[in-house]
């Protein structure tokens, strides 16, 4: 066989077995994780696998993990040390956000009040409780024994996720998701930055609508669907929606990032969701 006929064999086995597309982004795109116990049960952590998947198409993709037991104030100066890490690898000057749940109200934090404006170029929270989480009143008005067990629990998982995390603060973090704090006195002292596109998704799940949910969430579900109606498991719907509002996810809290079944096996829908934002980032011209 001649080189010309090897290199029409190899030609012809890669259009019978094609490449994904790569999706190319003027900037580097940051994954931060959320608030609770979903962030111990990955190694490498949180959206560690969403972002290995988005590197293979050639996406400059990084998920770094902070506390996930503390308040929005402390996590920030963690993400702070990660992005300046970032920035100085890539040399990039912006960079995209997407943000699952509590870590929407973390990039708000830091890009209205601790001056990352002018380096985020678009904001995307996904299930964020931009205007609280009665879930989180509904720890709170349990009694104060079964409060501190599982705070302890959760602090102990913390410290499994994060092993120099040795300062969480679960209660007062719960607390400062209250709806009355994060409408209150939240999100008045934390505007949007004028410079930075904000996105949203909300998520669906359980009572009052067709999609499965996980036996973990249902408890919560249940609650939160008497209080504030449709939800996730964790955040309401509602609650969710933000600047540019892009739709709903069919998917419990925990499948919006890959996990189902309490996180004992992938759901790989997550994969092709984290795969459509840069795409449609790229095709914006991001």
Avoid at 59 to 81: C, G, I, K
Avoid at 101 to 116: E, H, I, K, P
Avoid at 172 to 199: I, K, L
């Amino acid at each position: 066989m001649t080189l010309a006929e090897r290199a029409v064999r190899r030609l012809t086995a890669m259009d019978r077995h094609p490449q994904p597309p790569l999706l190319r982004l003027r900037h580097p795109l940051v994954l931060m994780h959320g608030f609770g116990v979903l962030a111990a049960f990955r190694r490498g952590g949180m959206l560690h696998e969403q972002a290995m998947h988005l590197r293979k198409r050639g996406v400059w993709a990084f998920a770094p993990n902070v506390s996930p037991y503390h308040t929005v104030t402390a996590r920030a100066d963690q993400w702070e040390a990660r992005f300046e890490r970032i920035l100085r690898e890539t040399d990039a000057e912006q960079f995209h956000l997407v943000a699952h749940s509590m870590g929407g109200l973390d990039a708000r934090f830091l890009v209205s009040r601790r001056g990352w404006g002018e380096r985020v170029a678009t904001l995307t929270t996904v299930s964020t409780p931009h205007r609280g989480a009665t879930a989180a009143d509904y720890v709170m008005e349990q009694p104060e024994r079964l409060r501190r067990l599982v705070a302890d629990a959760a602090e102990w998982l913390g410290r499994q996720t994060l092993p120099d995390d040795d300062a969480s603060d679960f209660l007062r973090a719960v607390r400062e998701m209250r709806p009355a704090y994060v409408q209150n006195e939240f999100n008045p002292a934390t505007p949007d930055h004028p410079s930075v596109q904000y996105r949203s998704y909300a998520g669906r799940a359980g009572r009052g609508t067709d999609v499965a949910i996980s036996p973990f969430f249902r408890l919560l579900n249940a609650v939160i669907y008497e209080r504030e109606g449709v939800n996730d498991g964790y955040v309401a719907t509602e609650s969710a929606r933000w600047g540019d509002f892009r739709g709903l996810l069919d998917g419990d809290h925990a499948r919006q990032v890959g996990l189902a079944a309490g996180g004992l096996r992938r759901a790989p829908d997550a994969d092709a969701f984290y795969r459509r934002l840069p795409e449609d980032l790229a095709d914006e011209g991001g």
